[in-house]
């Protein structure tokens, strides 16, 4: 059903917003590569936009010859597929030189059009900020842009093995926080953080929590989910979803698991680990780290590495899990957390970012501080061991869930715009005096 947002008292209606998704695209199956949270993110917003009468143009990066230039996803979202250096083997840290190529195509498609065809530019990420920032100045529209992920936040939070963010990504933001109109922070703690640790003005950052597609991600029964995956009925299991790479810490879940069997060796013959996602991130460097850890800790045979699914399939792997796990050492917001309770799937997570925000503690899961596997295998055993515990969690997950919607967060998100504008705006009037 479409909606017309109400008359605001100094932004006009948006009609038409230009998404910057640079390094990944919304089309992307996540789970794998680059892939992950911010595709869901930026489809579903584009998605719930266009049902309230925005057209939202979304701008990424081709990675193949054969993608279409222009591809409408849905009715009222087209995402194009900009020509910006070669099609395949460049990483995340290789795009920076790239950056103007794809500026420059950008500005082509604007080109085309009469003067004043956007309205707004939504940046994700800061290599999509870098152009946000250009073509904000040239087309004279205000720049709305979301981190996603921060280098000053994961440098302080760096995993065994993983690698510091360089400084030219940690200057690349400085420049997009001190650029924009409005930041979009996905929470209070990544408000904070954007204050604090880069100095952005409080009146210039908005808190949006990102939603949950709840017509997908709904309780749908343990035992039919298990029927439909071919899992026994009577099983542990305790699932890991999402990008196989350090910051993500699959293997916390692993090294718990081993703990919770040298515990109790009789859990073995009900257990199994699903670990649903590909590598990505410095974990492309060792794909097969991840299997080489199962085996040296002798959990082959509990272990099951499953490719990237879609996400009605992910449903039911979430619905048929005991509990997922999500032990990241940093997270902007936790998408996997909010989704795996929509089924009514309790959580077992890290206190870290937007987990804390994500799941509420010994309501909708347990959150862990630190990153050692024996206080996740002692998590796991309160949930695994007393079953009323977990149903009162089950209840309290689908419960924590409902708050967030992604038709709740493209309200809050047109909002955020219109304060975009009335930034600019202002800047503007300052300027003229």
Request: hydrophobic share 45%; charged share 20%.
């Amino acid at each position: 059903m479409s909606h017309v947002p109400a008359p605001h008292a100094t932004a006009p209606f948006l009609g038409r917003v230009a998404m910057i998704s640079l390094h990944t695209s919304p089309l992307d199956q996540p789970g794998t590569g680059d892939a992950g949270g911010m595709n869901v993110y930026v489809l579903e917003l584009a998605k719930r936009l266009a049902a309230r009468d925005v057209e939202v143009e979304v701008f990424t990066r081709a990675t193949s010859s054969q993608l279409p230039p222009v591809v409408e996803a849905v009715p009222g979202v087209h995402v194009h597929h900009v020509h910006a250096g070669p099609f395949d083997g460049l990483r995340k840290e290789d795009l920076p030189p790239q950056l103007c190529a794809f500026a420059r195509e950008v500005l082509r498609a604007e080109a085309g059009h009469e003067q004043g065809w956007y309205d707004l530019v939504h940046s994700h990420y800061w290599l999509s900020g870098q152009v946000g920032a250009l073509v904000r100045d040239r087309w004279s529209v205000p720049l709305a842009h979301s981190m996603h992920t921060m280098a000053k936040v994961k440098n302080e939070m760096l995993a065994e093995g993983d690698t510091p963010e360089p400084m030219t990504r940690v200057i690349g933001e400085e420049q997009v926080v001190e650029a924009a109109d409005m930041l979009v922070a996905n929470t209070d703690i990544e408000a904070k953080q954007l204050i604090n640790l880069y100095d952005a003005d409080p009146t210039r950052v908005e808190v949006v929590h990102p939603g949950v597609d709840l017509s997908v991600f709904r309780p749908g029964g343990l035992v039919a989910a298990r029927t439909r995956l071919g899992l026994p009925r009577d099983a542990h299991v305790l699932m890991f979803a999402g990008r196989i790479q350090p910051l993500k810490a699959p293997d916390v879940l692993l090294r718990a698991v081993a703990v919770l069997l040298e515990r109790d060796p009789s859990l073995r013959g009900r257990l199994v680990v699903p670990v649903v996602g590909g590598p990505s991130g410095t974990g492309l460097e060792h794909p097969e780290s991840l299997a080489q850890l199962a085996t040296s800790l002798g959990l082959d045979d509990v272990v099951r590495f499953v490719p990237p699914v879609a996400q009605s399939d992910l449903a039911d792997w979430y619905s048929a899990a005991t509990l997922v796990c999500v032990p990241s050492y940093n997270e902007s917001f936790g998408l996997v957390a909010v989704e795996a309770q929509a089924t009514g799937t309790p959580v077992v997570a890290a206190a870290v970012g937007g987990l804390t925000t994500a799941v509420e503690h010994g309501r909708s899961g347990l959150l862990v501080e630190g990153h050692d596997p024996a206080d996740y295998a002692r998590a796991f055993e309160r949930i695994l061991h007393r079953p009323a515990f977990r149903e009162e969690l089950s209840a309290g997950a689908v419960l924590q869930a409902s708050h967030f919607s992604w038709e709740a967060t493209a309200e809050a998100m047109l909002e955020a715009y219109r304060r975009a504008q009335s930034a600019m705006r202002s800047d503007r009037e300052g300027m003229a005096r």
